[in-house]
């Protein structure tokens, strides 16, 4: 057993160059692991600057000068967030809230179409199954109420690192994209000359992270933007905050529609019934993602990495247990990177023949 773990470590760790790439993905881990939360300003300000990095790009190669064309992608910046803040925010906040208002009525219209259930399928549902499953529903209905109240009140200390963040976001934004040469050029000082492998991987990854960030940016603008449109044109109730849930569902690659799937159709039930409404609701739903993933998707993400559709849910649930939202929205950017590492890692008959 030692021989073969002696064989096993000869073969892929004899390159000095694996193992310090080995170390530097061990530490990042390990840093983002520990450190994620206290981090989350300089990560969410890292993809800010990803996304607008290449409109920076294009007025250079334009002959803007680099300090008038970060200034301006910068305002252009400012001007989205604060649209966000004042406008998309307290939409979704007040839909959220006339929601919560409506959410007693619509659990008692449940339970009553629950108790009509044994009359119209006798041999199916039975008076002491409803009973329970009404139960169920009344102690999860309890729970919640607690729950929300507990939420609200042990966020407040939340809200006060939420208006930090809003200034220490934009504040790195600003010097990621003013001083990007200068961070880079940093980095690789203390990075070991001989570090072609390194290179590989991360000339590799720096395209196939960009392209994704971008891209994944743009899918949710559009099919939030397209989902509000249409459910607002069809008078869906709480068209903005449903929107905004299956904008960020694109986020979550397969598990995300589906589970966003629940709150529309139990929304567009309560609403119109099971009639000619509600099937036009869910058949536009089922083209918005049928357009989503086979039509949008490929446009944006031509690039990309192909991986199996397990090793993506795989990556998700991992990443994401690991790191939360942002392990979610990386999932597929880490997956990817694991294996950039993997095909460009050098065995003892790699370095041989080099």
Not at 45 to 71: D, K, T
Not at 144 to 150: H, T
Not at 163 to 188: A, R, T
Not at 230 to 238: E, N, R, T
């Amino acid at each position: 057993m030692l021989k073969v773990i002696k064989g096993w470590l000869h073969s892929y760790l004899s390159d000095q160059e694996a193992i310090v790439l080995l170390v530097i993905l061990l530490v990042g881990f390990f840093v983002v692991l520990t450190m994620g939360k206290m981090l989350a300003p300089a990560l969410a300000a890292l993809v800010f600057a990803f996304l607008m990095q290449g409109l920076v790009n294009w007025l250079e190669r334009r002959r803007v000068p680099h300090f008038f064309a970060v200034n301006l992608v910068f305002t252009g910046f400012l001007a989205a967030l604060l649209l966000v803040i004042f406008v998309v925010f307290p939409l979704v906040w007040e839909q959220v809230t006339h929601l919560l208002n409506a959410l007693p009525g619509m659990v008692r219209e449940g339970q009553s179409l629950l108790v009509s259930l044994p009359e119209l399928y006798p041999g199916f549902v039975s008076d002491h199954q409803v009973s329970l499953l009404v139960t169920t529903i009344n102690k999860h209905l309890a729970d919640f109420g607690q729950w929300a109240l507990s939420f609200s009140l042990s966020k407040l200390p939340g809200i006060v690192a939420l208006l930090v963040y809003l200034i220490l976001v934009p504040i790195l934004v600003f010097f990621f994209l003013k001083d990007k040469e200068v961070l880079l050029g940093w980095i690789v000082s203390i990075l070991p000359r001989r570090r072609r492998l390194i290179d590989q991987v991360a000339d590799e990854m720096n395209g196939q992270i960009a392209n994704y960030i971008r891209g994944k940016a743009i899918e949710i603008v559009i099919v939030g933007g397209v989902s509000y449109v249409l459910f607002a044109l069809l008078g869906l109730s709480y068209s903005a905050l449903l929107a905004v849930m299956v904008g960020f569902s694109v986020v979550v690659p397969y598990i995300g529609a589906t589970v966003v799937t629940i709150p529309i159709a139990v929304i567009g039930f309560f609403q119109w019934g099971v009639d000619d409404q509600f099937v036009i609701l869910m058949v536009v739903y089922g083209i918005i993602q049928a357009l989503d993933g086979n039509v949008l998707v490929p446009l944006l993400f031509s690039e990309a990495v192909n991986l199996h559709p397990v090793a993506i849910i795989l990556a998700v649930l991992v990443f994401g247990g690991l790191w939360g939202f942002w392990g979610i929205f990386f999932a597929i950017p880490l997956a990817t990177l694991l294996k950039a590492v993997m095909n460009a890692w050098p065995t003892v008959a790699d370095v041989e023949s080099s």
